[in-house]
């Protein structure tokens, strides 16, 4: 399509000494829309507070002296010396705002470390740090009051315990299920929350991030209540079933084949569990994340460092003697009585024989009192052989420590579970990775039976936390140059 030029209107040309009328007048649009910010608007009359404002402002711009001088006119003048105090310390030691409450007089200044919550992860000695600054006496004390990986009642003192933030934790569950993907079944058995309902809760979600941030914790709470209401009913009934699993399991064996009954209920109660491991870690994508996981952990609620720090206590006492985990030996000293701690290292189950029967830590396969051992009971074949493995697992006893779900199991040579109830363990196994996943799907649906976990998990002593500093010694262990020694793994 052609312009043509000449149809365009006029584009009226002012001459360089053009001006607006300052007043009245014209009846021109460019007149009537000409807005003048009186003189009087921009500068002041000189005062001794005025002045000096204006250097401020002079200095650090007009926003920041017109916010100083709205916040000197909400306090009383006789208030501003230990204003102005307390900021010149700030601004000499160059700090910056930080999330701020009140500290006691008698504990300013004992800061030993960053000021920060312990994190899920902790190693054993910032947690037993953080219980010493908490003045926990032992280990009842430590896990009590625990929720979704955070305590109740407690100061945030340095290298403190998380304390309770309902929109932390909402915020962390609406994160961990934008990462989960949905299972179409699990435990081998239909999931009774289907796609549309993954996508509700999904929609859901987005539309409480979008709300005001500060009813963003009561929000999920509303939605989570609504949610529960229309599905704790079919969610329940399929946590019943899977609680219900390992019972089934048979635990009686007779007759001359016995043995090979018992063997191959082992082998196929271990396959289920590790599937179960596997596919909900496929599902959940993350295996431990902190609200999620806490309460399937021993001491329900609180985080993997706290559970991992009072299972070694309520094991050992914190007496360690030798151990091979850096964790261990950063956070206790050496006592000639006490225990040899065989953890946080993954070796074959030959090399781990041939240590323990070397040291005289072990017999024919069977553990000495005060001697600790882990093992991941799902290792591959190459590096735990079948036989090796159920003759350990038999001949002691095993314990799930701080978590059922991952496949490490704690060995001691006393007390504990009969023999025949190691298909039974792989079972428990199996239902804890499956009742977690199926949590992942509902976060909002409570289905942690701690009466049945804790039969599970089995009771363990109270201990007291241990003062002094830390003075641990690793362990060399030395595997590569320890002697061979061929163990009877029969049972």
């Known amino acids: 399509m052609d312009f043509d030029l000449n149809a365009l209107p006029a584009i009226p040309i002012q001459s360089d000494d053009y001006s607006p009328p300052l007043s009245g007048g014209s009846s021109s649009a460019m007149a009537a829309d000409y807005q003048f910010v009186p003189l009087t608007e921009i500068t002041g009359t000189s005062s001794p507070y005025a002045d000096i404002m204006s250097n401020l402002q002079d200095q650090a711009g007009p926003d920041a002296a017109q916010k100083f001088h709205e916040f000197l006119k909400t306090i009383q003048p006789a208030q501003y010396r230990h204003v102005t105090s307390a900021f010149a310390r700030i601004v000499s030691a160059n700090l910056h705002p930080v999330d701020y409450r009140y500290v006691s007089k008698d504990a300013r200044g004992k800061a030993a470390i960053e000021i920060k919550p312990i994190s899920h992860n902790a190693p054993i000695a910032q947690a037993l740090m953080a219980a010493r600054l908490h003045n926990a006496p032992d280990v009842s004390y430590l896990t009590r009051d625990w929720k979704d990986g955070r305590r109740s009642g407690v100061d945030m003192l340095n290298g403190g315990f998380p304390t309770e933030d309902p929109h932390a934790v909402a915020t962390e569950y609406m994160a961990d299920f934008a990462n989960l993907r949905a299972a179409a079944a699990i435990g081998g058995k239909p999931n009774p929350l289907t ?71 082992c082998i196929q109660s271990r396959t289920i569990a590790q599937e179960a491991l596997k596919n909900g870690r496929q599902s959940r994508r993350e295996d431990n994340p902190p609200p999620l996981t806490a309460p399937w952990y021993r001491f329900p609620g609180a985080t993997k460092a706290v559970n991992r720090l009072a299972f070694v206590l309520a094991t050992t006492g914190g007496a360690i003697k030798t151990t091979t985990s850096q964790q261990v030996s950063a956070a206790f000293g050496v006592t000639d009585d006490g225990w040899h701690v065989f953890m946080d290292n993954d070796v074959p189950l030959e090399t781990l024989f041939a240590k323990l029967s070397s040291t005289g830590l072990m017999t024919n396969g069977k553990l000495h009192p005060k001697v600790l051992v882990q093992v991941n009971v799902f290792a591959p074949e190459s590096a735990a052989p079948i036989d090796k493995l159920f003759g350990l697992l038999v001949k002691n006893t095993w314990h799930f420590g701080w978590a059922i779900h991952d496949g490490y199991i704690f060995l001691t040579g006393d007390g504990g579970q009969p023999a025949n109830l190691l298909p039974k363990m792989f079972g428990i196994i199996a239902a804890v990775n499956n009742l977690r996943t199926l949590h992942a799907h509902a976060p909002f649906v409570d289905i942690a039976d701690v009466g049945v976990l804790g039969q599970w998990y089995g009771q363990v002593p109270d201990a007291k936390i241990p003062s002094g500093v830390f003075t641990g010694t690793t362990f060399d262990i030395d595997f590569e140059s320890s002697k061979k020694q061929k163990m009877d793994g029969s049972f």
Do not use: M
């Open 195 to 265: 796609s549309v309902h993954i996508d509700w809760i999904r929609k859901n979600h987005e539309k409480i991030k979008t709300s005001d941030a500060n009813k963003l914790a009561q929000n999920y709470s509303n939605f989570a209540q609504q949610a529960a209401a229309q599905l704790k009913g079919p969610i329940g009934e399929f946590a019943k079933r899977l609680y219900a699993t390992p019972s089934g399991i048979k635990d009686t064996f007779e007759g001359p084949t016995a043995k090979a009954e018992f063997t191959a209920l």
